[in-house]
């Protein structure tokens, strides 16, 4: 029967870091067979005395790094800490199904060689509206569970991959320190390098309780600009797969199709538009507004962001 570790990175988030870990203390799969791995990014929050008396099921291990090093340090930490056969990731804000872990293993034994992305929605609790729709429908949500995806769509809130192979490529690279990005990174050498497929396991079910408002959402994106941007310093040969081409500033390699492409969206995306845009989908948000204006305001704020950052690393 495959070991499986759990790796939970968390950082001062303990009342729904404990959410997360009850969810995983009642799985099917077999808690002989399962470990918990949870590690503290330095949180300066009760998370470490909550640890040192939890008691689960599971074996669990807690570490806990001196100082705050990032989410992908500490999933490396979590990965090295770990003796799994398969690294199933799981955030700290999120409530695992009962069979969540089955269902990873349950798809690795069919799908040898792969990276599993499990179907990871907003927690019917923090309500409706458009924003929150529209995460629910970006990534492996555009593809009908059990299909093949693309590698950009790997996230770590519920995936799963087999620790050998993390540890082939390199684990997670470290220079990402800003939040976004070290996931897709790391799903780009993991099919370059390790010839892993990407696949979409929609039985393998949790909720994520994570509270953004309309705003956060889009703000959040020029916080992303500067891991996006590192990614793509990489990975240049992703930029036209992602969509993200057209977002970049010109360069002199633009080919003349792309330099079209990219003043177009300029004219698309300029500041005043933008905040126009912004400033009616916020009054209206919940009362719902069309996706296709929640991707334009996104893809106007990383456009902005890409704009005034160059990689930082």
């Known amino acids: 029967m495959t070991t499986v570790s759990v790796v939970i990175p968390t950082y001062g988030k303990r009342p729904v870091l404990a959410r997360t870990l009850e969810s995983l203390r009642v799985q099917t799969y ?6 918990i791995v949870v590690v503290d990014d330095h949180s300066t929050d009760d998370t ?4 040192r008396e939890l008691t689960l099921p599971q074996r669990l291990v807690a570490v806990r790094h001196d100082e705050n090093r990032g989410r992908a340090a500490a999933r490396n930490t979590g990965i090295r800490s770990a003796t799994g056969e398969l690294i199933v990731f799981v955030d700290d804000d999120m409530l695992c199904e009962p069979d969540l872990i089955e269902q990873h293993v349950l798809f690795h034994r069919s799908h040898p060689r792969s990276i599993v992305i499990g179907d990871a929605v907003q927690a019917p609790e923090l309500g409706h509206s458009t924003a929150l729709t529209y995460l629910d429908e970006m990534g492996v949500h555009k593809h009908s569970p059990g299909s093949l995806v693309p590698a950009r ?4 809130n519920n995936s799963s991959v087999e620790r050998q192979a993390m540890l082939d490529v390199g684990l997670f690279d470290e220079s990402f320190r ?3 990005f070290e996931d897709t990174e790391i799903a780009f050498r993991l099919e370059d390098d390790a010839g892993l497929s990407t696949w979409y396991c929609g039985e393998a079910r949790a909720l994520h309780v994570h509270r953004q408002s309309f705003d956060d959402i889009l703000d959040k994106r020029i916080e992303n600009a500067p891991p996006l941007r590192h990614l793509l310093s990489r990975h240049p040969n992703r930029a036209g797969e992602m969509m993200v081409d057209v977002l970049l500033p010109p360069a002199a390699t633009d080919s003349g199709e792309l330099r079209t492409r990219k003043l177009l969206v300029a004219l698309a995306t300029n500041r005043l538009f933008y905040r126009a845009v912004r400033a009616i989908a916020r ?9 296709r204006v929640m991707t334009y305001l996104i893809a106007c704020q990383y456009r902005a962001g890409l704009a005034r950052t160059t990689d930082p690393q």
Not at 153 to 156: G, K, M, P, Q, R
């Open 283 to 291: 009054a209206i948000w919940l009362r719902g507004f069309s996706l």
């Open 153 to 156: 769509y790997f996230v770590t």
């Open 178 to 180: 800003n939040y976004g």
């Open 48 to 51: 470490q005395d909550y640890l």
């Open 30 to 35: 077999p808690a002989d067979h399962t470990e």
